[in-house]
């Protein structure tokens, strides 16, 4: 099974529009990491787009926040101040269907599917190869996806040691192999916020059946994105963050 697998998308639906269109229909399901709203000026849009796509999800923190699941005061001011426009914008059927989303990690097949990371599923960011290390015993399957943090990557234990994991960033358009027994968190990047230093949507192609990974990237008009946000008074430092890629 070939698996389109998208995380943070945060309401940008030009993005979101861009990565359907650069996948090219050539998937046969959908993997949603969490934070399919928050920062972006059309959460209603990218919800109803997820829906229509019969994704499988799994929360996210500012999903969380737009369902009055956490404190606001976890999140610094513009983010905040997103939140709050947020859960304004927001149809009850989109509510709803944000609400019915798990919040513990989703095991499919060989994969776990979580936000953060298998022990701190909505909140906790893997950023570094210690904090990866320190999450393999929280999940039993071979691989585990996770967003959250925005950034494109893999952490790689190798099978003859417990201890010893690697970070690697892709290769984009690269596939790569999963087997051999290794155990691998795999980061697929945002779609609509990257944090990379790269302002084009990150997301990734899985094949199940074959094990591979591969990561794409694609550009998107964020001009449009940004005149939405705009229209919409969202915070500026949102808006021009898009440009640069953090």
């Known amino acids: 099974m070939r698996v389109l697998v998208i995380s943070d998308v945060h309401a940008n639906l030009a993005a979101l529009e861009a990565v359907l269109a650069d996948a090219q229909g050539d998937y046969d399901a959908v993997w949603c990491l969490g934070d ?3 920062y972006g000026p059309e959460p209603n849009e990218c919800v109803t787009r997820i829906r229509e796509l019969g994704a499988i999800a799994v929360v996210g923190n500012h999903d969380w926040a737009a369902l009055s699941r956490m ?4 999140f610094n001011p513009v983010a905040k101040r997103a939140v709050l426009w947020t859960r304004e914008q927001l149809s009850a059927e989109n509510m709803a ?3 019915s989303l798990p919040a513990q990690p989703l095991v499919q097949g060989a994969f776990t ?6 022990r701190d599923p909505v909140w906790e960011y893997i950023l570094y190869p210690a904090t990866a290390a320190a999450n393999y015993a929280s999940f039993a399957t ?6 959250h943090t925005h950034i494109p990557m893999l952490y790689v234990q190798q099978p003859e040691t417990e201890r010893k994991v690697r970070s690697l960033a892709p290769v984009f358009g690269r596939r ?3 087997g051999g027994g290794w155990r691998i968190i795999l980061n697929p990047g945002s779609v609509g916020q990257p944090r990379d230093n790269d302002p084009r949507s990150a ?15 694609v550009a998107y008009p964020i001009e449009v994105t940004q005149a939405h946000m705009r229209a919409a008074q969202l915070p500026e430092r949102l808006i021009n963050r898009l ?4």
Request: proline share 2%; charged share 20%; glycine share 12%.
């Open 243 to 246: 440009a640069f890629g953090w």
């Open 203 to 217: 997301y990734a192609i899985l094949d199940t059946e074959a094990e591979t990974w591969e990561a794409r990237r």
């Open 71 to 74: 404190d606001v005061e976890d």
């Open 36 to 38: 399919s709203v928050g």
């Open 176 to 178: 790569i192999a999963l």
């Open 113 to 118: 599917l979580t936000h953060g990371s298998p």
């Open 142 to 147: 071979a691989f585990c996806l996770v967003g």
């Open 97 to 99: 269907w944000l609400g």
